[in-house]
């Protein structure tokens, strides 16, 4: 029962970082940055686990305009 615990411990504080993650980077793809390399360095920071999310909802969601 302890080991089922943590199991759901665990997923209660990944799979919410794991969508985050993936929704910033379906968002990334959507918005347009300027440039290519701006839109790659906002694709590799939003796929960094825990913390990629955070930084470009925070910081670089409001740099990209939404495609057309």
């Not at 980077?25 to 290519?36: K, L």
């Not at 390399?37 to 920071?45: L, R, Y």
Request: aromatic share 14%; net charge positive; glycine share 8%.
């Amino acid at each position: 029962m302890e080991d089922l615990r943590a199991i759901l411990v665990f997923l209660a504080l990944c799979v919410p970082f794991l969508i985050g993650t993936i929704w910033a980077v379906v968002d990334v793809a959507q918005r347009d940055f300027g440039s290519p390399g701006a839109k790659a360095a906002w694709w590799v920071i939003a796929s960094i686990p825990f913390v990629g999310f955070l930084a470009y909802l925070l910081f670089g969601r409001r740099k990209g305009k939404k495609a057309a």
